[in-house]
């Protein structure tokens, strides 16, 4: 349940570089999720290229967030966003047929997490929201612990050396959230409202959270005003990408895709199709984040093991931006690894 939380997480450093009216390179944590042009850690970037993987453990976790942390939720996209999808990037994700994509084997997202597999998924959008198991109703205490950083693309894909190092630095560190499963008709989703609200303010500030105009299983938008930052932050998550696996009573597997799009604001606190917004070239990327949880009955406990990976966009308006998505070659250039676990506080 961590997809939104792995996009979201994913912003904490851009934001103060965006706001501040130049770009650096700076750690991030990959659930999923994921800046994407390079740049060696001494160069300064111009205003409208924002560095490779410039995330904390804390930036990636967002993009779990709402995905339940496998569900990603993303809100109506503004025309604004929507202008910059159409003539900015375009989707790196093979597109895969609903058809095509139920007939795939189950075992493949664990095959993806185990065996650290840096092609795109294979999946498609399999349904309209991840339903979990009926075990997951209710409220639980999250630790997340951040076990391994790679750089399959090298170290100045991923943002230089600075930037690795720093995300090295996150290993063995600990983010402690609550989060909410409700039970709708006969399934189990994530209360990603909730969910969202819970590991902002665990990552970024009490205060982090302005707003969320909208939470849908496909499209979450959350203002944040991490603290720190200069100025607000609109988060956009729209899901490309969605599988889920039961492969026992107590083994469930899950999977999305989400395009994150980050947008820095003026402190009007208006939504972007407002002129007042300043106007900033967003930061994209897509954030691919697997989820494999066991639940102990004896122990009524949920213990997880996540893989976030981030692939770069190209650009047809950025030239560096194109080649660095030409370098990495289809393979992403950060991908963590986490273990999660799950402690029921109250039950549904």
Avoid at 160 to 184: C, D, H, P, V
Wanted: some cysteine; proline content about 7%.
């Amino acid at each position: 349940m961590r997809i939104l939380a792995v996009a979201l997480l994913h912003h904490v450093r851009i934001a103060t570089c965006l706001t501040n009216g130049s770009i650096r390179h700076q750690p991030l944590r990959g659930g999923g999720h994921v800046a994407r042009y390079m740049a060696s850690d001494h160069r300064r970037h111009d205003e409208s290229l924002p560095p490779p993987s410039t995330y904390t453990r804390r930036n990636v976790l967002i993009p779990a967030i709402a995905f339940g942390f496998a569900a990603a939720d993303t809100a109506m996209v503004s025309h604004s966003v929507h202008a910059a999808i159409a003539s900015d990037s375009v989707p790196s994700m093979i597109p895969t047929s609903q058809a095509e994509s139920l007939s795939l084997e189950p075992g493949l997202l664990e095959a993806r997490v185990t065996e650290n597999v840096l092609s795109p998924p294979t999946y498609g959008m399999e349904g309209t929201d991840i339903l979990y198991p009926a075990w997951f109703a209710g409220v639980w205490q999250v630790k997340s612990l951040t076990k391994r950083v790679e750089a399959p693309c090298g170290v100045a894909l991923f943002g230089g050396n600075n930037t690795y190092q720093s995300a090295k630095e996150e290993i063995g560190s600990l983010l402690s959230y609550e989060s909410r499963f409700l039970k709708f008709d006969d399934s189990v989703i994530a209360d990603r409202e909730y969910n969202v609200k819970s590991i902002a303010k665990a990552a970024l500030g009490e205060n982090s959270v302005v707003d969320i105009p909208m939470a849908s299983p496909n499209r979450l938008t959350c203002i944040l005003a991490p603290k720190g930052a200069p100025s607000l932050l609109q988060v956009d998550l729209i899901t490309l990408n969605r599988r889920q696996e039961t492969l026992s009573p107590n083994r469930f597997d899950c999977s999305e895709v989400v395009r994150e799009i980050v947008s820095p604001l003026d402190n009007s606190n208006k939504p972007r199709n407002n002129p007042a917004i300043t106007a900033t070239s967003p930061i994209l990327k897509e954030i691919e984040t697997t989820s494999m949880y066991t639940y102990n009955e004896a122990k009524d406990e949920i213990t997880c093991t996540q893989r976030s990976a981030v692939f770069l966009l190209p650009s047809q308006q950025n030239p560096l931006a194109m080649k660095m998505w030409e370098a990495s070659r289809g393979r992403p250039v950060d991908v963590r690894f986490y273990d999660v676990s799950y402690a029921r506080r109250t039950s549904l």
